[in-house]
T-cell receptor, first 112, second 112 residues
């Protein structure tokens, strides 16, 4: 079983819709979770951090964490073509130097 | 302005040659990391360092070496023992604690 699994893509949504990206993780990992956005050919860019159960909102982005279910998600409201990218879920491993375990990523395509 | 600088942007390696990728940060971050990304894949950890003069192997350290003589610098050497070095190499750094990692722009390494 993989430590981090993300919903397989590509995920295609129309402009203005809500995009929902999901991630499950094994119980070995930490309680800190990060979402990165990676445009094709570029390096990952941090877009959200979440540390406790519940929702965290930042602009059009909402991260949701449920530690009991070992599940973290990212919602993108009012999706724009510029949101088209690969989204990487990255839990942080506790007491191992801040290591991140990356999922394989979910490719999102927002159609005008 | 502050950031993480990776150089060169593109690098070509000949058979039997060692090559060194540079990573410099002026963010005063304690920890630094090297990842490898293959096409369509997530990031895999090569080496990481939490303090000067100390570093640990990641998941795929074979064929690579690092040094951490200064807080701001964490160079990665891809040795001739790494038989499949073609990949996108990413350097990251972070502050102490449960802080996210931030990435440089990456170096693309190819075989001549």
């Amino acid at each position: 079983q993989k430590e981090v699994e993300q919903n397989s893509g590509p995920l295609s949504v129309p402009e203005g819709a809500i995009a929902s990206l999901n991630c499950t993780y094994s119980d070995r990992v930490s309680q800190s979770f990060f979402w990165y956005r990676q445009y094709s050919g570029k390096s990952p860019e941090l877009i959200m951090s979440i540390y406790s159960n519940g929702d965290k909102e930042d602009g059009r982005f909402t991260a949701q964490l449920n530690k009991a279910s070992q599940y973290v998600s990212l919602l993108i409201r009012d999706s724009q073509p510029s949101d088209s990218a690969t989204y990487l879920c990255a839990p942080q491993i506790y007491n191992q130097g801040g290591k991140l375990i990356f999922g394989q990523g979910t490719e999102l395509s927002v159609k005008p | 302005d502050g950031g993480i600088t990776q150089s060169p942007k593109y690098l070509f390696r000949k058979e039997g040659q060692n090559v060194t990728l540079s990573c410099e940060q002026n963010l005063n971050h304690d920890a630094m990391y090297w990842y490898r990304q293959d096409p369509g894949q997530g990031l895999r950890l090569i080496y990481y360092s939490q303090i000067v003069n100390d570093f640990q192997k990641g998941d795929i350290a074979e064929g690579y070496s690092v040094s951490r003589e200064k807080k701001e610098s964490f160079p990665l050497t891809v040795t001739s023992a790494q038989k499949n070095p073609t990949a996108f190499y990413l350097c990251a750094s972070k502050e102490a604690g449960f802080q996210p990692q931030h990435f440089g722009d990456g170096t693309r390494l190819s075989i001549l």
